[in-house]
């Protein structure tokens, strides 16, 4: 049974860092392109940055270019979204998924995990 985990969210001061973590479990995780969204409140689901399978390259939405970095670790079947000066417009549940390389059909979904930024 595949799994998606996040964690690492919480609260933090405008300027703050915060490092989530997206463990995953059952799938051939290095055949997966790995992807960090975000649902802020009243908000459509959008795509913050985008790991790549195979060189793992990255690409970043416009609005946290510069500020957040994406990561894996293909041992460790994990990806990670260091957020670094985050504004009060980051605070957004952020949700991970899992897309395979080659079947785009075959995504996974973590749970999500709240990312509130607030002085």
């Known amino acids: 049974q595949v799994q998606v985990v996040e964690s690492g969210g919480g609260l933090m001061q405008p300027g703050g860092s915060l490092r989530l973590s997206c463990a995953t479990f059952?799938?051939?995780?290095?055949?997966?392109?790995m992807k960090w969204y975000r649902q802020g409140p009243g908000k459509e689901r959008e795509l913050v940055a985008t790991?790549?399978?195979?060189?793992?390259?990255?690409t970043y939405a416009d609005f946290v270019k510069g500020r957040f970095t994406i990561s894996r670790d293909n041992a460790k079947s994990t990806v990670y979204l260091q957020m670094s000066s985050l504004k009060p417009e980051d605070t957004a549940v952020y949700y991970c998924n899992a897309e395979h390389s080659w079947r785009s059909s075959y995504q996974y979904w973590g749970q999500g995990t709240q990312v509130t930024v607030s002085s």
């Open positions: 059952g799938l051939s995780f290095s055949y997966y392109h």
């Open positions: 790991i790549s399978s195979g060189d793992g390259s990255a």
